[in-house]
């Protein structure tokens, strides 16, 4: 089931999160759930237990990605695919949507590629460990939905 999150969910989330922190995924507590409740966030579920999640920040005619992972242990089944098309098809509306990316987040990469989102930038040394952000765009809502 996906749904959008509650204020109740946060601790769900925060565990999710603390088992796979790393140079590409660093989000300590406090400022995870700021960005929680600045924003949208939308998650899946299986049997009451959070798979994944995404905080979608609106900013006008863009829609950012700020925050996503899926539960440790559940990686590479499907979890955040199905989770990213339906909610860029139901809870985004039009414009574009834009995401960052650990240069080495191999794993990551090849989602948002498999989603057709294009490489349109790069921040270097962006990250604490030397690495480069890599800047993600998807133009057309309807290259993955459709
Ligand atoms: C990146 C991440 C969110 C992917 O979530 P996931 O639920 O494992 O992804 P899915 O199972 O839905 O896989 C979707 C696609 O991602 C790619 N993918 C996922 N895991 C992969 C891996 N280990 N190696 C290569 N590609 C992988 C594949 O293209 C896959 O599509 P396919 O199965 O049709 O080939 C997950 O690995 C994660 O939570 N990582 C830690 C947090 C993180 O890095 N967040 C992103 C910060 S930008």
Redo the contacts with the bound molecule.
Sequence with gaps: MIRRLVESDINQVLSL?QS?Q?P??HWPESLLREECRMHDVYGSFHEEQL??FVVVAHRGWVSE?T??????G???????????CEVLEKFVQGGEVW????EG???????????KFQLVGRRPRYYSDGADALQYTLFSKGSVVN
Excluded: D
């Design positions: 999160t796979i790393g590409g995924f798979m994944a990605l925050v996503l992972a899926s539960r440790k559940a990686h590479g089944k499907g979890w955040m695919k199905g989770l990213l995401l960052e990316v650990h987040n191999l794993a990551a990469i090849k989602l948002y590629e498999g989603l």
